[in-house]
C-alpha cells in the first residue's frame, strides 16, 4: 500500500502572515490527501533567540520604525548578496537536525530565513528532498532568494519573471493563500450604495502611523474609520481618540469586511489578500517601511490597489470608488485564476534541476 505524501512547511510567527498561509496551505493539503506539518523556524533556534528576535523586530516597527529602514536597505535589498548569514547557518543547523529526525517528501518555506536555510541545504547536498519557497510578499526581497531552493512560488508574474532572473530558478504564480470563509466576489454587490465604513489595517503587530490615517478620514465627514489594531492595546486606546472605532484582535474579518466600503492598508500582507478576496477595494496610504513600502508599491504597479501619497489622494481615491471599482478588479480576478498552492504539491516533483525557469505563471514545475 502506497505511503502518503508528507510535506514539512517551515513558518515564523512573525506577525500573523506567515503563519496563516502556512496553516491553509496545510488544510488544503490535507483535503488533498497530502500530510502536512508546520513549523516555526524561530522556534528551532536555541536559547530562546527566535522570541529575542520577534521581539527585537516588533520594537523596531512600534517604536524605531527608521532602525527597521535602515536594515532592511543594507540587508534585504543591497545587491551585494554575500555569503550565509551566522543566523542562517543556525537556522540551517537545526532544520537539518529536524529533518534527519522526520524526513518528509518535499520542504516549502513560507518565510525567508527558512528559504535562505533550505536553499543553503539543498545548495551543500545536505537536503535530499526538493525545496519549494512560497512568496508571501508581492515584492521580492533578495533573502527571499537562494539558487539552492528547487521552485518558487510567487504571489504575479512580475514577481516571479524577477524571482526566475534573479535565482536562475522556475517561478510560476499561485492564487492567493486565504481561507475559504472570505468567498471571491462577496463585497462587489455593496459598491456603490453609499455605505462609508472604511477598515484601516495595521496588520497583526498593530504598527505604522494610523492613527493619522484615521484622523484624516473621520475629519472628512465622509468616512467612519474602523482601526484594526491587531495585538497592540496601545495603539487601540490611541485609535479611539483620532474618531471613529478602534478594534483589537478580530476573529470574524470576513463578517467586517463584507459591511466595509473600502480596505485602507499600509503593509501589502494578508489583510489585502482578504480583501480581493472579498472583493472590498484597497487604498495604500503611509505605509510601513522596508517590506511594506515595496509591497505597497508593487500592489499599485501590479493594478490590485490604489497608492495614495497624501491625505487629499486617499479622500480623492475613496470617493472615486462610488463610480464604480475601476480595472483592478480584472487583475484582481487574474491574481485568483492561477493555479491553487496545494496544487504544485499533490505529486512528486520531476528533475526541478534539469528545467528551464518560465519566468511567467504557467505552472510548468508540477509533474
Same mark, same amino acid.
Given at each position: 500500500m502506497p505511503t502518503r505524501r508528507t510535506v514539512l512547511i517551515l513558518s515564523a510567527s512573525m506577525g500573523a502572515g506567515h503563519d496563516a498561509a502556512a496553516?491553509?496551505? %496545510?488544510?488544503?493539503? *490535507?483535503?488533498?490527501?497530502?500530510? %502536512?506539518?508546520?513549523?516555526? +523556524?524561530?522556534?528551532?533556534?536555541?536559547?530562546?533567540?527566535? *522570541?529575542?528576535l520577534r521581539g527585537w523586530y516588533g520594537w523596531m516597527m512600534r517604536s524605531a520604525p527608521w532602525m527597521y529602514a535602515l536594515i532592511y536597505r543594507i540587508f534585504f535589498v543591497s545587491g551585494h548578496a554575500g555569503s550565509a548569514s551566522p543566523l542562517t547557518r543556525l537556522t540551517a543547523a537545526r532544520l537539518r537536525g529536524l529533518l534527519r529526525r522526520r524526513p518528509p517528501d518535499e520542504v516549502v518555506s513560507v518565510f525567508h530565513l527558512a528559504a535562505q536555510a533550505a536553499g543553503t541545504l539543498r545548495e551543500r547536498g545536505l537536503?535530499?528532498?526538493?525545496?519549494? +519557497?512560497?512568496?508571501?510578499?508581492?515584492?521580492?526581497?533578495?533573502?527571499?532568494?537562494?539558487?539552492?531552493?528547487?521552485?518558487?512560488?510567487?504571489?504575479?508574474?512580475?514577481?516571479?519573471?524577477? +524571482?526566475?532572473?534573479?535565482?536562475?530558478?522556475?517561478?510560476?504564480?499561485?492564487?492567493?493563500? +486565504?481561507?475559504?470563509?472570505?468567498? $471571491?466576489?462577496? %463585497?462587489?454587490?455593496?459598491?456603490?450604495?453609499?455605505?462609508?465604513?472604511?477598515?484601516?489595517?495595521a496588520? *497583526?503587530?498593530?504598527?505604522?502611523?494610523?492613527? $493619522?490615517?484615521a484622523r484624516v478620514l473621520a475629519r472628512s465627514g465622509r468616512y467612519l474609520p474602523v482601526v484594526l489594531c491587531? $495585538?497592540?492595546?496601545?495603539?487601540?486606546?490611541?485609535?479611539? $481618540?483620532?474618531?471613529?472605532?478602534?478594534?483589537?484582535?478580530?476573529?470574524?474579518?470576513?463578517?467586517?469586511? *463584507?459591511?466595509?466600503y473600502a480596505l485602507v492598508d499600509n503593509a501589502a500582507g494578508l489583510t489585502s489578500r482578504e480583501a480581493m478576496a472579498s472583493g472590498l477595494p484597497i487604498v495604500t496610504y503611509r505605509p510601513i517601511p522596508g517590506h511594506g513600502r515595496d509591497g505597497v508599491l508593487a500592489m499599485a504597479r501590479a493594478g490590485l490597489s490604489v497608492h495614495a501619497r497624501t491625505a487629499a489622494e486617499l479622500l480623492a481615491a475613496l470617493d472615486r470608488l462610488d463610480a464604480g471599482e475601476g480595472a483592478e478588479t480584472g487583475n484582481r480576478d487574474a491574481l485568483f485564476a492561477a493555479a491553487p498552492a496545494e496544487s504544485f504539491f499533490a505529486a512528486p516533483l520531476i528533475s526541478p534541476a534539469a528545467e528551464t525557469p518560465s519566468g511567467g505563471c504557467a505552472a510548468t514545475e508540477t509533474a
Open positions: 496553516a491553509e496551505l %496545510a488544510r488544503r493539503l *490535507a483535503v488533498a490527501d497530502v500530510d %502536512a506539518e508546520v513549523v516555526d +523556524v524561530l522556534g528551532l533556534l536555541p536559547l530562546r533567540l527566535g *522570541a529575542a537536503l535530499p528532498v526538493p525545496s519549494t +519557497v512560497v512568496l508571501t510578499d508581492f515584492a521580492a526581497h533578495r533573502l527571499w532568494l537562494h539558487p539552492g531552493n528547487d521552485r518558487y512560488l510567487c504571489p504575479d508574474a512580475a514577481t516571479a519573471r524577477q +524571482v526566475s532572473a534573479a535565482t536562475g530558478r522556475p517561478a510560476s504564480c499561485y492564487a492567493p493563500l +486565504v481561507r475559504p470563509a472570505f468567498p $471571491r466576489g462577496a %463585497a462587489q454587490a455593496r459598491h456603490g450604495v453609499g455605505r462609508r465604513l472604511v477598515l484601516v489595517s496588520g *497583526a503587530w498593530g504598527v505604522g502611523d494610523v492613527e $493619522r490615517t491587531g $495585538r497592540n492595546a496601545g495603539l487601540r486606546r490611541r485609535a479611539r $481618540r483620532a474618531g471613529g472605532l478602534a478594534l483589537g484582535w478580530y476573529e470574524d474579518m470576513p463578517g467586517l469586511m *463584507a459591511a466595509a
